[in-house]
């Protein structure tokens, strides 16, 4: 049986992790890899070669959770500045209160193969008893 290619849930999951931290009344913040090809953040922000940035409602505008970037326009410094990160390069997502969030594995370390049908579990079969 041929494997299914899925998209990545990242995306996903970065939406749901955002909204259950708002909903909440807590700051969600990510945590992101400044060295991921496509990440424009300003240099002084990366420690590192990571930046945490702040995705709180009250500190971005026109944020984006898209499936392939995070965007949004923010303050640094005073100035205004466009931030754009591949969802990839999203290493966490938490509150920035108590910490609770989600963390997400590099994107190049490979996901592991399916089993094979010998190797797949055998499925519980199910019986009426009297």
Same mark, same amino acid.
């Given at each position: 049986?041929?494997?299914?290619?899925?998209?990545?849930?990242?995306?996903?999951?970065?939406?749901?992790?955002?909204?259950?931290?708002?909903?909440?009344?807590?700051?969600?913040?990510?945590?992101?890899?400044?060295?991921?090809?496509?990440?424009? &953040?300003?240099?002084? !922000?990366?420690?590192? +070669?990571?930046?945490?940035?702040?995705?709180? *409602?009250? %500190?971005? =505008?026109?944020?984006?959770?898209?499936?392939?970037? &995070?965007?949004?326009? !923010?303050?640094?410094? +005073?100035?205004?500045?466009?931030?754009?990160? *591949?969802? %990839?390069? =999203?290493?966490?997502?938490?509150?920035?209160?108590?910490?609770?969030?989600?963390?997400?594995?590099?994107?190049?370390?490979?996901?592991?193969?399916? *089993?094979?049908?010998?190797?797949?579990?055998?499925?519980?079969?199910?019986?009426?008893?009297?």
């Amino acid at each position: 049986m041929a494997a299914i290619v899925m998209s990545s849930n990242r995306p996903y999951l970065l939406k749901a992790m955002y909204e259950w931290v708002c909903d909440n009344g807590l700051t969600p913040y990510l945590l992101v890899d400044a060295g991921v090809d496509g990440v424009r &953040v300003p240099p002084s !922000a990366v420690k590192d +070669g990571r930046v945490v940035l702040s995705i709180a *409602p009250r %500190a971005v =505008v026109q944020l984006d959770i898209g499936k392939d970037n &995070v965007s949004f326009l !923010a303050r640094f410094g +005073g100035a205004s500045q466009t931030i754009d990160v *591949p969802v %990839a390069a =999203v290493l966490a997502i938490y509150a920035q209160e108590n910490g609770q969030g989600m963390m997400f594995p590099t994107e190049d370390s490979p996901d592991p193969e399916p *089993p094979t049908p010998e190797e797949a579990p055998r499925r519980a079969r199910l019986r009426v008893v009297k």
